[in-house]
C-alpha cells in the first residue's frame, strides 16, 4: 500500500469525525468522505501532523464557514456532480498516517489521494480557515488514531 506524501491542497479518503459526533461522546466517523489536507507539519522526530476539513454534500448552515467547490473541480478530483462544500469551521488533526484513511473507491482499495486542489481554491480555503480560527469560528477535534 503506497501512500501519498500528504501536502496542504491534497484531496484524501478519511473517516471524518464532526465536532457534533464528537460532543456527543463518539471517536469514530461514521463514514469515509473526501477531506482537504489543510497543513501538514512535523512535529518531532519525524511525526507527521495532519490537519483536514471535511467536504460535504450538505449545504453549510448559517454557523459554518465553507466554500462551493466549482464543478470543474470536482471533475479533476474524480468526484460525483453533486454540489459539494468544503467546511473550514472544524476540521481534524492526526498523526500521519493514522487508522482513519479510507480507499477512495472500493474499486481502487490501495487509493488514498483524489489529487490535489487548485492552488487559488486552497489559498481561499486557507485564508477562510485563518479568518475563522482568528475569530474563534473553527473548532479542531483531535483524532487519537
Excluded at 459526533?21 to 495532519?50: F, M, S, T, W
Aim: charged share 20%.
Amino acid at each position: 500500500m503506497a501512500l501519498p506524501v500528504p501536502e496542504p491542497g491534497l484531496v484524501l479518503g478519511y473517516n471524518y469525525l464532526w465536532t457534533h459526533e464528537h460532543d456527543a461522546g463518539l471517536e469514530e466517523g461514521r463514514k469515509a468522505r473526501p477531506c482537504a489536507v489543510i497543513l501538514a507539519r512535523e512535529v518531532v522526530n519525524g511525526v507527521v501532523q495532519v490537519s483536514v476539513v471535511p467536504i460535504t454534500h450538505s449545504p453549510p448552515d448559517a454557523a459554518s464557514l465553507a466554500i462551493e467547490i466549482p464543478g470543474a473541480v470536482k471533475r479533476h478530483l474524480g468526484l460525483d456532480s453533486e454540489r459539494s462544500w468544503i467546511v473550514v469551521s472544524e476540521y481534524n488533526a492526526f498523526n500521519w498516517p493514522g487508522a482513519d484513511l479510507a480507499p477512495v473507491s472500493r474499486e481502487t482499495p490501495n487509493q488514498f489521494s483524489y489529487g490535489l486542489l487548485p492552488p487559488a481554491l486552497y489559498e481561499q480555503i486557507r485564508s477562510l480557515m485563518l479568518e475563522g480560527l482568528g475569530q474563534k469560528k473553527t473548532r479542531q477535534v483531535t483524532r487519537t488514531s
